[in-house]
């Protein structure tokens, strides 16, 4: 049996999919920041950890520093997911046989407006 899907069903599944995505991403960038933080101490030299160290001591000391270390840090994580979310996008995309035309261009020209928003862009086969 074969349910027919209408573009009110399709929008709904969009904002559905939305939300959750949107409640996902906040858990989701304190992960890959934790594991990260990790990746990058597991590999310090005692030069390295030394200067870890110190900037976490005046990030500490300095709510101004903190505060500008924060924001750049997930300004990183958002650049840095943009472009691993498209590419993974892309390619789970192409699994489904997903074209163009299967996708609602107006979600994808919404993301294109942010500057760290993911993209979409199916390869043609």
């Given amino acids: 049996m074969s349910q027919e899907i209408t573009v009110e069903h ?4 969009q904002k559905d999919a939305e939300w959750a ?3 996902a991403m906040e858990k989701f960038y304190y992960s890959m920041l934790e594991v990260v933080f ?3 101490k597991s590999h310090l030299s ?3 950890l030394k200067k870890v160290i110190e900037m976490d001591k005046k990030r500490n000391n300095n709510e101004n520093i903190g505060v ?3 924001q750049k840090t997930w300004a990183v994580l958002a650049e840095s997911w943009a472009g691993a979310e498209g590419l993974a996008m892309t390619k789970i995309a192409d699994l489904y ?3 163009i035309a299967d996708l609602d ?6 993301l294109n407006e942010k500057s760290t928003s993911p993209q979409c862009k ?3 086969k």
Avoid: M, V
């Avoid at 399709?10 to 599944?13: E, N, S, V």
């Fill in 97 to 99: 046989g997903l074209e």
């Fill in 68 to 70: 500008e270390f924060s």
């Fill in 10 to 13: 399709a929008k709904k599944a």
């Fill in 46 to 48: 005692p030069q390295g």
């Fill in 21 to 23: 995505y949107n409640n």
């Fill in 105 to 110: 261009i107006s979600k994808i020209e919404k």
């Fill in 38 to 40: 990790l990746r990058i």
């Fill in 122 to 124: 199916p390869t043609k």
